[in-house]
């Protein structure tokens, strides 16, 4: 369950980078060219932090696989201690 979590989370981020992206693509309904202008460049620094953080959850999330396949997280090594009581 934890790993389609962090999927859904991947994917929700990768379709917000793209929302923020066409939004910043789009021409401005403002006929003044200075907010058009910050319009433009506030929406692509909203898709830039997205992708950031989407990044940065890619990174942090690499091992947990393999920690759960091995019941060793680390920091939460009595997490796993009391695991056949729940069957």
Request: hydrophobic fraction near 35%.
């Given at each position: ?18 929302w ?56 939460m ?11």
């Open positions: 369950m934890v790993q389609e979590e962090m999927r859904r989370v991947l994917e929700y981020m990768s379709w917000f980078v793209n923020w992206t066409s939004h910043s693509a789009v021409p401005s309904i403002a006929h003044d060219p200075y907010l058009s202008e910050g319009l433009t460049a506030y929406a692509a620094k909203q898709a830039d932090q997205k992708l950031s953080l989407r990044n940065h959850f890619e990174i942090i999330w690499k091992d947990v696989q393999s920690w759960l396949d091995e019941k060793q997280v680390p920091g090594e009595s997490t796993f201690e009391n695991d056949d009581d729940d069957d």
